[in-house]
C-alpha cells in the first residue's frame, strides 16, 4: 500500500466521534468564519462607516443646515444623532444577503449535516454585524465631533444613545434575517432595501424636526421606526428624553425582536434544502 | 440491539405536484457499500437528501441506525458524513478554514479541529493547496476537500451522491479507492451512481431505482443472473458476415442478438450455457468462422434494460463507460 493510503486509513481511524458541539461553541465558529471574510472585505465596510456618513454628514451640514436650522453648527447638534441611525439602517439588510447567500450555496447542506445548534449560522454571523455596526455608529459619531458636535448630556448621554442606536440596527437585523428565510432571490433583499428603507430613512424625521411639517405628514412621520430611534438618540444624546416617546421606541424594538428572532429560527431550522 | 444501517418504509416525497419518491422501501445492513442505481430523475438525490437530514419525508419512515431523520435529526447527523453532487464547503474560505470550521461544528474544539484539519489535509492529498480559497480549486481537488469534511468524525456511514459525476479518470479512480478503503474500516457505505461500472466495482448491494420506487434489490450476481444465466459475446472472423451470424444465433438461441459498435462483434443472452456451444457449432458449420468468443454474466447495462425496458443513458454507453 503507497503512502497516502496509509494516510488516509490512519486518518480514519483517528477520528473519534466528539460530543455534539455546545451552541456557545457553535456560535464563535461562526463567530470566526464571519469575521475572517469580513477581515477580507474591509473596503465594504469602509465605504458603509466612513465614506456614508461622512458624506451625508458634510452635505448636510453645510448644503443645507443654514437653511434648515440658521446655522450649520446649530443644525448638527440636530442632525447627528439621527444622522448615527440613518449610517446603520442600511446595514440592517447585510444579515439578511449574508444569510440567503448560505443557503443558496452548497455549505448550506453541509451546515445541516453536522449536529450543531443550526441557529449558530445566525447568530455568530450576526455578532460580527455588530461589531460593524458599532464601527459605523463610532465613526459618524466621531466625524460629528471633528465638526464641532457637542452632546449637551456629556459622554454618558452620548454613551446611552450609542447604545440605542445599537439596539435599533439589532431588532431591525433579525426582520431582514427573517425575509432572507423567504424571498426567493439575493437581490429580492436589496432591491427591498432600496424600495423599503430609503423612502422610510427620508420620510423621518432625520433631516428636520416634524413641528415644521403639515401636521398630517407629522404625525405620519413621528410613528416611522426611524423617526422614533432617532428621536430617542437625539434625547439620549441631549438630556431631552421624553420618556414616554422612549418607552414606545423600546418596547418597539423588544416587540420586533421578540416576534422575529424565533420566527427566523423556526424557518431556519424547517428550510429545506432548495 | 442492532438496527439496520437504513430502514426506509414507504418514503414519499413531491416536490409541489411532482411525485418524486413513490412509496420506496429500502433495508441496507451495516457494513455494505450499498449502491443506488437509476436514471436521472429516478429520485435518488432525494432519497439521499432525506437520509441526510437535509429534507423531511412527506410520508412513510426513514431511520439511520434505527433514529428517526426527522424527529432525531440531530443524533442522526452526529452519525453521519454526506458527499453531494455539488461540493458542500465554502468557497470563500481556503481547504484548511472549511476543514477547521466544519471540524468544530461537529464538536471538536477549536485546537482538535486544528489538528483534525491538517492529518485529513494530507490524507486527501490537499496539504500544498490548503491555504488557497476553495473557489480556485479544480473539480477534484473540490471533490476530495468535500469527503475530507465528510469523514471527519469517522462517520458510521457515509453518503456519496453520485460521487464521481463531473470527475477526470484519475481522480474518479482516487474517490473509487477511498470507498473501497472506507469499506474495509467496516464504514456503511451509500452510493448513488447513473455509472454501471462504478456500482459493479464497489457495491455488495444494490437497487435499481426508477420512477420513485425499488424495481429490483439484490447483489450485482443476483441481479444479472434474474434476467438470463449469461451472455456469448462472438468476435467474428470476417466482420461482412455478422448479419449471417446473427440469423444463426437467433434461430439457435431463440432470443434477440445485439451489435456492438466494433463491426466484427454481436452478443446474446443465452437461457442455458449448453445451447451456447451448440451456436458455435453451428457458427463454424454455416461456414463462419470466429475469432474469439466467450460466455459470461450480463452486465449491469443489460440488466438495466432488461428491468425498465430503457438503456440507462444512450450518451453515457455510447463512451464506453459499461
Known amino acids: 500500500m503507497n503512502q497516502p493510503q496509509s494516510k488516509l486509513l490512519m486518518a480514519m481511524q483517528a477520528g473519534k466521534r466528539p460530543q455534539r458541539p455546545g451552541a456557545l461553541n457553535a456560535v464563535s465558529a461562526f463567530v470566526w468564519r464571519s469575521w475572517r471574510k469580513t477581515i477580507g472585505k474591509l473596503h465594504y465596510l469602509a465605504i458603509d462607516s466612513v465614506i ?43 444579515i439578511g444577503i449574508a444569510m440567503k447567500t448560505d443557503i443558496e450555496r452548497g455549505v448550506f447542506n453541509r451546515f445541516r449535516t453536522l449536529p450543531f445548534w443550526q441557529p449558530a449560522a445566525i447568530v455568530g454571523t450576526l455578532v460580527i454585524q455588530l461589531l460593524s455596526f458599532a464601527a459605523a455608529i463610532l465613526t459618524t459619531f466621531g466625524i460629528g465631533l471633528l465638526l464641532g ?126 | 440491539m442492532a438496527h439496520a444501517a437504513i430502514d426506509v418504509r414507504e418514503l414519499r416525497k413531491a416536490y409541489g405536484t411532482l411525485e418524486v419518491l413513490k412509496g420506496l422501501t429500502l433495508s441496507i445492513e451495516r457494513g455494505t457499500v450499498y449502491g443506488v442505481l437509476g436514471p436521472n430523475g429516478a429520485g435518488k438525490t432525494t432519497l439521499v437528501s432525506i437520509l441526510a437530514t437535509l429534507l423531511r419525508p412527506d410520508a412513510g419512515t426513514v431511520r439511520v441506525f434505527g433514529l428517526d431523520v426527522v424527529r432525531e435529526a440531530d443524533a442522526v447527523r452526529s452519525r453521519i458524513g454526506l458527499t453531494g453532487q ?116 464497489l457495491a455488495n448491494r444494490l437497487a435499481v431505482i426508477d420512477g420513485g420506487t425499488v424495481i429490483a434489490e439484490g447483489t450485482p450476481d443476483d441481479l444479472k443472473a434474474s434476467i438470463g444465466s449469461g451472455t456469448i459475446l462472438i468476435r467474428l472472423a470476417d466482420p461482412l458476415q455478422r448479419s449471417d451470424a446473427e440469423r444463426v444465433l437467433k434461430s439457435v438461441l431463440q432470443t434477440s442478438v445485439r451489435q456492438h459498435a466494433d463491426s466484427a462483434s454481436l452478443s446474446a443472452q443465452v437461457a442455458d450455457p449448453r445451447l451456447a456451444i451448440t451456436a458455435l457449432a453451428e457458427l463454424s458449420a454455416a461456414g463462419i468462422p470466429t475469432n474469439q468468443f466467450s460466455l459470461g454474466q450480463p452486465s449491469l447495462d443489460e440488466v438495466f434494460l432488461a428491468l425498465t425496458g430503457k438503456p440507462v443513458q444512450a450518451e453515457l454507453t455510447g463512451e464506453g463507460i459499461v
Open chain 1, 52 to 94: 456614508f456618513p461622512a458624506v451625508f454628514l458634510l452635505i448636510f451640514t453645510y448644503l443645507f443646515g443654514g437653511a434648515i436650522s440658521g446655522s450649520t453648527g446649530h443644525y448638527l447638534q440636530f442632525l447627528l444623532p439621527g444622522m448615527m441611525v440613518y449610517t446603520v439602517t442600511t446595514m440592517t439588510v447585510y
Open chain 1, 149 to 274: 458636535f457637542k452632546p449637551e448630556a456629556g459622554w454618558g448621554g452620548a454613551a446611552l444613545a450609542f447604545l440605542l442606536v445599537m439596539f435599533y440596527a439589532f431588532s431591525l437585523s433579525w426582520i431582514f434575517a427573517c425575509l432572507s428565510m423567504v424571498v426567493q432571490k439575493t437581490e429580492s433583499l436589496s432591491t427591498m432595501s432600496y424600495l423599503v428603507l430609503y423612502p422610510i430613512m427620508f420620510t423621518s424625521n432625520v433631516f428636520a424636526d416634524t413641528s415644521t411639517m403639515p401636521q398630517w405628514l407629522g404625525s405620519i412621520v413621528d410613528f416611522n421606526p426611524v423617526s422614533l430611534a432617532s428621536a430617542s438618540a437625539r434625547g439620549l444624546m441631549h438630556g431631552t428624553t421624553v420618556p414616554s416617546g422612549l418607552m414606545t421606541t423600546l418596547v418597539g424594538l423588544m416587540l420586533v425582536v421578540t416576534v422575529f428572532m424565533p420566527l427566523t429560527f423556526w424557518l431556519y431550522r424547517k428550510k429545506d434544502k432548495s
Open chain 2, 86 to 201: 455539488f461540493a458542500a464547503v465554502d468557497e470563500e474560505l481556503s481547504g484548511r478554514e472549511n476543514l477547521a470550521l466544519f471540524g468544530r461544528l461537529a464538536g471538536y474544539s477549536a485546537r482538535s479541529a486544528k489538528m483534525r484539519a491538517e492529518e485529513l489535509l494530507d490524507a486527501f492529498g490537499l496539504l500544498e493547496a490548503a491555504g488557497r480559497s476553495v473557489g480556485k480549486y479544480s473539480g477534484g481537488m473540490r471533490r476530495r476537500l468535500d469527503i475530507a469534511a465528510a469523514m471527519l468524525v469517522a462517520p458510521d456511514i457515509l453518503f456519496l451522491d453520485e460521487p464521481t459525476t463531473g470527475l477526470d479518470p484519475r481522480s474518479r479512480n482516487d474517490v473509487w479507492e477511498i470507498v473501497r478503503q472506507l469499506a474495509e474500516q467496516g464504514t456503511t457505505v451509500l452510493l448513488t451512481t447513473q455509472y454501471l461500472e462504478e456500482a459493479d466495482q
